[in-house]
């Protein structure tokens, strides 16, 4: 099968024409002056072909690094061409940033409000988890917790002094059985009398 010419301009070189991003993102995790809970997204960038990179806290300032990248690419692969045809393969360039910058508002959204939508829904199935083991363990930590779903369910310390009282309790028993086979001469309570 014949291979037909699309017209468009081959690489000249290997790689000539490939640019690849890593792009990186930290999470900061803080309370205001408030004391409320906030987040701050930084974020990294490396062009892999150059090594060049930049650090940002603004997607813009991504977007405007690897709009800079991808020009001196295209710039590079036309230089010996004349200024015309240079402007006219940056022009085709940039296009694909008129596509993107269109519909990137757009994008975005999307994409947070999915990510809030299953966040709420993580939120509440482990909030049921949480209500689930707080009802099995209401009696243990004296609350309330199946028949009173207004109260607040116990912290951590109360969860841990109330396990606390349970090993305890379990130690006196194991205590009394032991006292009580000693009694019946080492005989171990769990055997079989048959």
């Known amino acids: 099968m014949a291979e037909r010419d699309s017209g468009a301009r081959r690489p000249t070189e290997a790689g000539g024409d490939i640019a690849s991003f890593v792009l990186r993102f930290t999470q900061d995790l ?22 060049a990179e930049a650090r ?3 997607f813009a300032d991504a977007v405007a690094f ?4 991808l020009a001196t690419l295209t710039m590079n692969a036309v230089a010996d061409r004349s200024p015309d045809d240079q402007r006219q ?3 085709d360039s940039f296009q ?3 596509r993107v910058t269109s519909g990137y508002a757009t994008y975005m959204l999307d994409a947070f409000s999915q ?3 299953k966040s709420e829904a993580v939120r509440q199935q482990v909030g049921e988890q949480i209500e689930r083991s707080l009802t099995w363990w209401s009696p243990f930590l004296g609350t309330g ?3 009173d779903k207004d109260k607040r369910p116990p912290d951590a310390a109360a969860v ?3 396990l606390g009282e349970v090993a305890a309790r379990l130690q006196a028993l194991d205590e009394k059985v032991a006292r009580v086979e000693a009694a019946l001469g080492g005989r171990d309570l769990g055997e079989s009398t048959s």
């Open 56 to 58: 940002f806290t603004e």
């Open 145 to 147: 917790a199946a028949a």
């Open 30 to 51: 803080y309370a205001d002056e408030g004391g409320e809970s906030r987040v701050r997204w930084r974020g990294h960038i490396r062009h892999v072909q150059s090594d």
């Open 115 to 117: 990510t809030m939508a």
């Open 96 to 98: 694909l940033w008129e």
């Open 66 to 69: 690897m709009q800079h990248q």
């Open 89 to 91: 393969a940056l022009a």
């Open 160 to 162: 841990l002094a109330a």
